[in-house]
């Protein structure tokens, strides 16, 4: 592991202590302080609205241990409700409201699926409690692509054709590549794949020109050097982590792009105030834990949280930028 | 390489990861006996109780679920027509028409042999040739994978049993039924109705538990209550002349499956529905096949754990998940702090090595657990239909609420039970749908795939050579048997045996 931990620890130990300014103090214990009233009663259920394995299932059973590691009071049950690309998890959710013994692991679905118009919920209908990390893209080509940079693929798009996959219409890969096209006035040819490593072994095999992938999905690849990571769609490089340093930003290439998938934890519409302030404590307390730093770390996350109100402003500004993307 | 195999034995065999092997391929069996509780389910609910365990000792038991999952899919297909797990829907075809006639101990055995070979030859292949595997499933690109879904789809003529429009027909309504759900080119929903449930499409599990399970107790509720199978113990052992006949099947099984299984995405289904294909057109029993050949259960089985283990190409040389299952795997070689990708032979021979061992091991452990389980199993159909029925619906609908904790499952098993139920009375062919469901959204993603790289041209397919020559061994499959009878025809020489040509065409085209 080549990771710099100290650097993370770092970054993070400031985003402590001014989470811990806003906040009230925490130390670990959420139920005895601050938050009022209420304790959840019995076991809390984590909804993960994806399968069990993925990205989604990950982010929900890391949150799941950090909650626990918080507050040895609060016993998580994590529960995979798959089905629609998420749409039957946060629908069932919707069902749930009231309900302050439920949580749901919430990423970019939440608001990608109310623009594709197949769903009767949308972000105001839930309590957003925090937001965990970002997870951005880097553009990856493939290791004898004649591109060095983002720049020099945006200037060949204008006189040749350039192919490049994604993994879903709503897939943060295709936003950011409409994200560009946008800027540069240019246009890509799509190739609709399923997965990260579906993407990975298009570009291996000069299927594809280029992909924009999830630095957890191809570091393997990258330390190899079978691609090359061209810019980071992200507002600042991963200075974090030692082995994704070097990677410019878009922006440092002339390119103003950075959208990120986000993590976070959401409660259901219409629960209690007090629910609300324990969960937002309890989730505070959480990203403070190892097991928080372990998550962002092993999934090569930006530790970017915003906590109950910060988040709702979060979401606010995200869907107005994907409905723009989507919606046009 | 010796050295590493040396490394690789001496951690594997160290009594705590010899251990672990054995919990990890006997609560795999277990799994896959379980209808809708497949591998892929299996392995991640289980992944989190690992995570106290060192990584290669984790990485062990969980690979041995998958693997062992295997093994266990196969009982309930064999005995009450359920398949644990969707690689062995084909099995149920003779394996289930075997158990009726008293013979469910020798399918059972085959099955368990038929996957040890299986999987002894795809892990010297695996060990041996990994590296070049992997480079050259990396050149089938879309184009090469629609010439392969066009195969697979050519394969359905010989499940068509004997009415060969009407077992067309009944593909088409599984690739009717597989159009379901959001259209992966433009993200449209199609044929959703409104219902978020619709929109990730008719779950194929859920229609197989349906189909298989459920229509087949509703269909022998209203025969009246069968007679319970009373074999004699020497009926359920194995005999000579089954492994006999057994030989060819397996190994022409073991190497398709291979083939199938470093695709990334092709799978241990496809590679099964296609061995079983392969062997009735290759077989001098070709016309007993779907009614108790023991053929059709070995090959159909070798096929598919030899695809399971052939997943791991990809997976280990690459860090590209070769299916469901290596992706859950690969997300716990992350949770172990270990970076799968080209450079993990190098950084960590240890884990690597320890783990292709351990396939060895778990396969002979799995050999050892089944062999002589295959008649106890077989006892089990004593139980009076009675009592065998009721626990049958129960272990489905249950199986089914598994599968994504919603009644949403249920209802589907419900449903296509009862189209199940009307199938069997009208006598239609279910494979041709079944196959039809499995390869539809395969075949539109890489037809999608390949227009798009195309820029519209779907001929790309031909001008490509490794699509050519997929597409020349898809046409060869469909014209092959015309051509042949009608050379013979003109021939007319009476000692002309038919099987003999026959043989040759779709034989080399497993090689393909």
Do not use: H
């Amino acid at each position: 592991m080549k990771r710099t931990r100290s650097a993370v620890l770092a970054t993070t130990s400031v985003l402590a202590l001014s989470l811990a300014a806003c906040g009230g103090a925490e130390s670990g214990g959420g139920s005895a302080a601050g938050g009022g009233e209420f304790t959840p009663r019995g076991d809390v259920t984590m909804i993960v609205p994806f399968g069990a394995g993925g990205g989604s299932d990950l982010a929900g059973r890391a949150t799941a241990t950090m909650i626990e590691a918080a507050n040895a009071d609060v016993n998580v049950n994590v529960e995979n409700r798959e089905g629609g690309s998420g749409a039957v998890g946060y629908s069932n959710f919707l069902g749930q409201a009231g309900d302050p013994e439920t949580l749901l692991a919430t990423e970019t679905a939440l608001l990608a699926l109310p623009i594709s118009g197949d769903v009767e919920f949308d972000y105001t209908d839930f309590t957003p409690i925090m937001k965990l990390g970002d997870d951005f893209t880097l553009m990856i080509v493939g290791a004898d692509s004649p591109y060095q940079t983002c720049t020099d693929v945006v200037e060949a798009a204008k006189t040749e054709r350039i192919t490049a996959g994604i993994s879903g219409i709503t897939g943060l890969d295709n936003i950011v590549f409409t994200l560009t096209e946008q800027q540069a006035g240019v246009e890509f040819d799509r190739v609709p794949f399923e997965s990260g490593g579906e993407l990975t072994a298009a570009l291996l095999g000069g299927q594809i020109d280029i992909a924009s992938l999830n630095p957890g999905e191809i570091i393997g690849q990258l330390q190899a050097g079978e691609v090359k990571a061209l810019c980071a769609y992200s507002e600042e490089r991963y200075s974090d982590y030692e082995e994704l340093a070097d990677i410019p930003t878009a922006e440092e290439q002339g390119i103003d792009v950075a959208f990120a998938q986000f993590r976070g934890v959401l409660a259901p519409g219409g629960i209690d105030e007090a629910a609300r302030q324990f969960w937002i404590e309890t989730m505070q307390a959480a990203v403070e834990t190892d097991e928080y730093q372990q998550y962002i770390e092993e999934n090569y996350l930006q530790a970017n949280t915003a906590a109950g109100d910060e988040f709702v402003e979060y979401l606010e500004g995200n869907n107005e930028l994907l409905t723009q993307v989507l919606g046009g | 390489m010796l050295d590493n195999l040396v490394l690789g034995f001496s951690t594997a065999l160290s009594v705590e990861n010899l251990l672990w092997c054995f919990v990890g391929v006997l609560v795999g069996t277990v799994i896959g006996v379980l209808p809708g509780l497949g591998s892929t389910t299996g392995v991640a609910v289980l992944l989190p109780l690992t995570l106290s365990l060192e990584p290669v000792t984790g990485l062990i038991m969980l690979a041995g679920i998958y693997y062992g999952s295997q093994y266990g899919g196969t009982i309930t297909s064999v005995l009450i027509s359920t398949p644990g797990e969707a690689s062995s829907v084909v099995t149920t075809l003779d394996g289930y028409q075997m158990a009726r006639q008293g013979r469910a101990g020798a399918a059972l055995s085959i099955a368990a042999i038929g996957s040890f070979v299986a999987a002894i030859i795809s892990l010297a292949l695996l060990v041996a040739l990994a590296p070049p595997f992997a480079e050259f499933a990396l050149d089938f690109g879309p184009p090469e994978m629609l010439a392969v879904m066009i195969l697979g789809l050519a394969t359905i003529i010989s499940f068509a049993g004997d009415n060969r429009v009407l077992g067309l027909l009944m593909a088409l309504v599984g690739l009717l039924i597989a159009t379901v759900g959001v259209d992966p080119g433009s993200g449209t929903s199609r044929f959703t109705f409104g219902s978020i449930y619709l929109l990730s499409g008719i779950p194929f599990v859920e229609v197989m538990i349906g189909l298989f399970a459920v229509g087949e107790v509703l269909y022998q509720i209203r025969q009246g209550a069968a007679a319970p199978i009373r074999a004699g113990f020497r009926e359920l052992m194995i005999s000579r002349e089954d492994l006999r006949r057994s030989g060819g099947p397996i190994l022409r099984g073991s190497f398709l499956g291979f083939l199938f299984g470093i695709l990334p995405g092709a799978g241990s289904t496809l590679a099964s529905f296609m061995a079983y294909g392969i062997e009735k057109r290759v077989s001098k029993r070709g016309k007993e096949f779907g009614t108790g050949a023991i053929e059709g259960v070995a090959a159909p089985e070798a096929a598919n754990n030899a695809a399971a283990n052939a997943n791991f190409v990809p997976t280990l040389t690459l860090g590209i998940p070769g299916g469901a299952t290596t992706a859950v795997l690969l997300g716990a070689f992350m949770i172990y702090g270990i970076q799968p990708g080209p450079l993990l032979f190098d950084e960590q021979p240890t884990l690597v090595w320890g783990l292709l061992a351990s396939f060895f091991i778990g396969n002979v452990i799995l050999l050892f657990l089944n062999l002589p389980l295959a008649p106890v199993f077989a006892q089990l159909l004593r139980v009076p239909y009675g009592y065998m029925y009721p626990l049958i619906l129960l272990t489905s609908l249950v199986g089914a609420y598994s599968i994504t904790n919603g009644m949403y499952s249920v209802w589907v098993v419900l449903v296509f039970g009862i189209i199940g139920y009307f199938m069997k009375r009208l006598d239609l062919p279910m494979a041709p749908l079944v196959l039809g469901l499995v390869l539809g959204p395969l075949f539109e993603k890489a037809l999608v795939q390949t227009s798009a790289i195309g820029d519209g041209n779907l001929l790309i397919v031909f001008t490509r050579p490794l699509a050519l020559a997929v597409m020349a061994i898809a046409i060869l499959q469909v014209a092959a048997p015309t051509i042949m009878a009608r050379l013979l025809r003109r021939r007319a020489t009476p000692r002309s045996r038919r099987s003999d040509p026959a043989d040759s065409t779709p034989e080399g085209s497993s090689r393909g």
